[in-house]
């Protein structure tokens, strides 16, 4: 079964930019993907998701400033997140799930009761 590990977290000022990766064991090609983030003190949301023929579906507070992407075929996945936030610091977890006929789409793509793959999680913080 795949594995996630994610990379690219660290310590920005506001209005900063960060890239997150997050690279499988295996090819995802047939796999949704997304990012979730967890704050203290808040739920975990799901930031963008990713359908397998490549829909996507962000939350509205990142829309504009957040973009997910994928290497196609391939096994690795990105987060750029740029313009960022106080209010974007959290864990972010990349999650994937196999989907080769593509039922998740939509806000599907951000509900993490969908997913059975996920990273270990990555820091961001931002402060100045």
């Known amino acids: 079964q795949v594995q996630l590990v994610e990379s690219g977290g660290g310590t920005v000022q506001p209005g900063g930019s960060l890239k997150l990766a997050c690279v499988g064991s295996?090819?995802?090609?047939?796999?949704?993907v997304a990012w979730f983030r967890r704050a203290p003190g808040k739920e975990r949301e799901g930031v963008p998701g990713m359908a397998v023929r490549g829909s996507t579906s962000s939350l509205d507070s990142v829309r504009g400033r957040f973009t997910i992407s994928r290497d196609v075929a391939g096994n690795t996945f990105y987060l750029q997140m740029n313009d960022l936030k106080p209010a974007d610091a959290a864990i972010y977890y990349c999650?994937?799930?196999?989907?080769?006929?593509?039922?998740?789409?939509?806000?599907?793509?951000?509900?993490?009761?969908?997913?059975?793959?996920w990273g270990q999680g990555t820091q961001v913080t931002v402060s100045s």
């Open positions: 999650a994937a799930v196999f989907d080769p006929t593509q039922i998740l789409t939509g806000d599907g793509l951000r509900r993490p009761t969908f997913y059975d793959r």
């Open positions: 295996e090819s995802l090609g047939y796999y949704a």
